[in-house]
Nanobody
Framework: QLQLVESGGGLVQPGGSLTLSCAAA????????IAWFRQAPGEAREGVSC????????NYARSVKGRFTMSREDDKKTVYLQMNNLKPEDTAVYYC??????????????????WGTGTLVTVSS
């Protein structure tokens, strides 16, 4: 069964940093577009970032651009989300997701095929 497992969440003060990891189990990440999403309490799940199959291209939600950086290491079957200058509004459960559909237009909620179970990030003083 295809699985993605997120880790690295926790409690951090405003202005702090965290790095989330997303590891693939039972399948390879290469050939797949990977994305991070987040869901705050009472809110809809929203896209945070996407990374292309080659890792050359990334895109970010306007709310995190300049603060978050997504990267991938396919040989380690792991994707990362480096989060800097965290704000209380970044508090959410963060999910990674993958799709084998190669087009960038599938970098959205409906385009994803495999999801992780999430890791909680809390930004609070």
């Amino acid at each position: 069964q295809l699985q993605l497992v997120e880790s690295g969440g926790g409690l951090v003060q405003p202005g702090g940093s965290l790095t989330l990891s997303c590891a693939a189990a039972e399948f390879e990440l290469d050939g797949r577009i990977i994305a991070w999403f987040r869901q705050a309490p009472g809110e809809a799940r929203e896209g945070v970032s996407c990374i292309s199959i080659s890792g050359t291209y990334t895109n970010y939600a306007r709310s995190v651009k300049g603060r978050f950086t997504m990267s991938r290491e396919d040989d380690k079957k792991t994707v990362y989300l480096q989060m800097n200058n965290l704000k209380p509004e970044d508090t959410a459960v963060y999910y990674c997701a993958a799709t084998s559909r190669g087009s960038w237009r599938y970098c959205n909620y409906d385009g994803m095929e495999t999801w992780g179970t999430g890791t909680l990030v809390t930004v609070s003083s």
